[in-house]
T-cell receptor, first 114, second 111 residues
Framework: DVKVTQSSRYLVKRTGEKVFLECVQD?????MFWYRQDPGLGLRLIYF???????EKGDIPEGYSVSREKKERFSLILESASTNQTSMYLC?????????????FGQGTRLTVV | SQQGEEDPQALSIQEGENATMNCSYK?????LQWYRQNSGRGLVHLIL?????REKHSGRLRVTLDTSKKSSSLLITASRAADTASYFC???????????FGKGTTLSVSS
């Protein structure tokens, strides 16, 4: 059974903290993604990675960075958390090369910044 | 930039009725996908339709694609309470590297 696992379901952090959201996939997928989801705005792409150490900005990268040191792991970093980063964060992976273009999602991390 | 826009934003029906939700997109596509999200969870892939297909079925799901109108519809027949969820359409970016999602349709099926 394919799996994308996010390290936390719920997270509460203080303003100004550096926050790490971790995502691991066991499908050997090349592509991994971070989205945030807010009511009325749907899913918005923050960053994606198409290979180890490779990354590209999505639509809303400001205030975020990412790290992909190993193929199976993609981390989202909030350099200095702010209250407007309170949101649901979704990680996904897919492999258009070896499989279908469908994406597999983690269960989501609901982050609250206070 | 969101490629797809779903319509309606919210839909409430009774069990046994059919539910139809629509998606419009902006640029040419290779395929269009539909995903489902149960409350507070991740998204799950439902069905994919390629640009050279007009209709596709999977169980109680029927998807249509009209590339001339840049639109797609998802029909759920004989809906059940368990179909209560948000539904999203998704297309690839023009570079084909990432999926872009619409804002979703929230479906509520009451028994």
């Amino acid at each position: 059974d394919v799996k994308v696992t996010q390290s936390s379901r719920y997270l509460v952090k203080r303003t100004g903290e550096k926050v790490f959201l971790e995502c691991v996939q066991d499908m050997d997928h090349e592509n991994m993604f971070w989205y945030r989801q807010d009511p009325g705005l749907g899913l918005r792409l923050i960053y994606f990675s198409y290979d180890v150490k490779m990354k590209e900005k999505g639509d809303i990268p400001e205030g975020y960075s990412v790290s992909r040191e190993k193929k199976e792991r993609f981390s989202l970093i909030l350099e200095s958390a702010s209250t407007n980063q309170t949101s649901m964060y979704l990680c996904a992976s897919r492999s258009p090369v070896t499989g279908g273009p469908e994406a597999f999602f983690g269960q989501g991390t609901r982050l609250t910044v206070v | 930039s969101q490629q797809g826009e779903e319509d309606p934003q919210a839909l409430s029906i009774q069990e046994g009725e059919n539910a139809t939700m629509n998606c419009s997109y902006k640029t040419s596509i290779n395929n269009l996908q539909w995903y489902r999200q149960n409350s507070g969870r991740g998204l799950v892939h439902l069905i994919l339709i390629r640009s050279n297909e007009r209709e596709k079925h999977s169980g109680r799901l029927r998807v249509t694609l009209d590339t001339s109108k840049k639109s797609s519809s998802l029909l759920i027949t004989a809906s059940r309470a368990a179909d209560t969820a948000s539904y999203f359409c998704a297309t690839d970016t023009q570079a084909g590297t990432a999926l872009i999602f619409g804002k979703g349709t929230t479906l509520s099926v009451s028994s």
